[in-house]
């Protein structure tokens, strides 16, 4: 939103500006309906930036992430519901959780390629929504969702505007610990181990880069922060229902990511901002929406097919790295 | 006894409408390696143009499938030369042509929605009535679908083993350089398969809602288990496509009489999971040998 353009002029510090501009939002305005709206910005950018993770660094075509997204939310109602233990404690255990489920999910997905594993994934995302939406016996809440499974107490803490300020800065936190663990992961031996891999896969192999391993490490650990974010959502919705598989919802993030610039730093957080903000200058033609949204990812896709994190660098003339190609990652040829 | 030979003759029906969708789906797969999400949209769309030809512009109803089968050729030709023909080899192009055909998919439901509303529409393409044979229930509907998609599927390995074309897109699919070296121009292999492939989803589309009923996003289940019978028959391989429809199909009435309709899909997808830990190319599908 606010980021971009100030990459030049303030060099490699714009990040910290943006995190800065954020945290003062609170101060500056009391519009509900904005802080509602940049904690879903949060949110989404949150679950982007792990799962570009696994599509852009990993170069794993997975789409299963939106599931993970909901199972994460739909444990801690759960276990707020059945067992009564509050959002608070089960933050943590969601994500855990999140991330045993997305091992048992690469175990057998990541032995596949490209195109093989899209689709399967897809094809757990429908499992795993039609098992809970079919669900009658009360466990999931089934059509009807679960509600009133505890919150965080911040409006006990805080009052009732206090409250969302709460969510707000929360939210903002876990993003940041989700992109520091990111850009950790890009430049740790796990992002050499894929660059290596993307480059050349025969010799990487040879000296004992196992593909196999690292993306079930970074499917798995990318897991772990989608699932916490899930929690999170749900919690702060107060409300966690079957129609948060839905396939649109699904759409959009990964199109956020591409538009954005897939395996590139902070291309989706980009791609995020921009299709949220494109799909509110909508809310006054609902039925226009999707349609609108929709013909906007054509576009850009056809017009930068790298995304536009990358375009904007060149725009500004600075150097590119060569962002990953799932298409030469995977070697579906 | 009935039972079961009626579930297995409802399965085999299912199956003939999947083949049809499935091989379309697995001929862009083959050709242009492109994913197309945008499939059950355009089943959608062509059960919709079978309607409008019944019931707005008033032709009999057997027309419907052919005018539904032409139109749809027409909008899978557009839709290969303005959005998937500029993606192909430029940078991500596989993960951008499947976002962009599902946010086609998206796009077009929408739009179905905002022109037809959400209310359920009868297929006029149709025919009431049925006979009792060897004690199984058969409408004549069902052996309208039958028979449809055997000609559909039989003109179709015609077109594919004796034209000219046919051959083309075959030499494309197994070796796309060197089909170019001998003189096929894959554009119009590309254009001519996504033609055929939309007007394959339209005929589907128009077979599938005489069963059920037309509805904005009706299609997108259907297409996620034709992506099963894909997965199933080895992406790109028509005849095990076809195998795998049927018995896709069969498996899916069989599990419906007796565990229920809400498992048909989670056990298909479960059965598909297993397949694919030991077959990761499908149970037809023959091994990819990858170079480095």
Redesign the interface.
Known sequence: MNSAPMATGLGRHWPWIAVLAFVAVPWITDDRYLLAMIILFFVWSLVVVQWNLV?GQAGI?SLVQFAIFNLGAYFTAIVGTHLQIPPAISLVPAGLFCALFGLLVGL?CL??????V???T???H??VY??IF?DTSGFTGGGYGLYGFGDYGFRDMFGSFGQLVAYYYMALVLLIIGCLVAIWVMRSPLGLAFRALRD???YA?AIGISRYRYQLIVFTLTSFFIGVAGSFYGTYLGLVDATGFD??TL?LL??MI?VGG?GTRWGPILGCALLMVLSEFMRDYP?????A???T??VF??LW???IADALARLFGRSTKK?A???EA???? | MAALIQTIYSGLVLGAIYALMAVGLTLIFGALRVLNLAHGALMMMGAYVSWLTAEWIGLPAFLGLPVSFITMMLVGFAIYKLLIGPMIGKPNWETNTFIATSGLALALESFALLVFGPRNQAQPFAIAGNFQFLGVTISYQNLVIMAVAAVALILMERFLTQTRSGLAIRATAQLPDAAQLMGIRQDHVFLLVLGLSSGLAALSGVLLSSIFFIAPTFGFHPMLKSFIICIFGGLGNIRGTLYAAFIIGITEALVSLYLGVRFALPVMFGLIIVVLIFRPTGLFGQREVVRL
């Open positions: 599509l075509f057998p032995r596949l390629r490209g195109p093989y899209a689709l399967l897809l094809a757990t429908s499992v039609l098992m079919a050349s896969e025969g192999g396939f649109g759409m990964l199109a591409v897939m039925q226009w929406r999707t349609m949204v929709g013909g990812v054509i896709l056809l097919p790298r995304g962002p190609s799932s298409a995977n070697g579906t040829g």
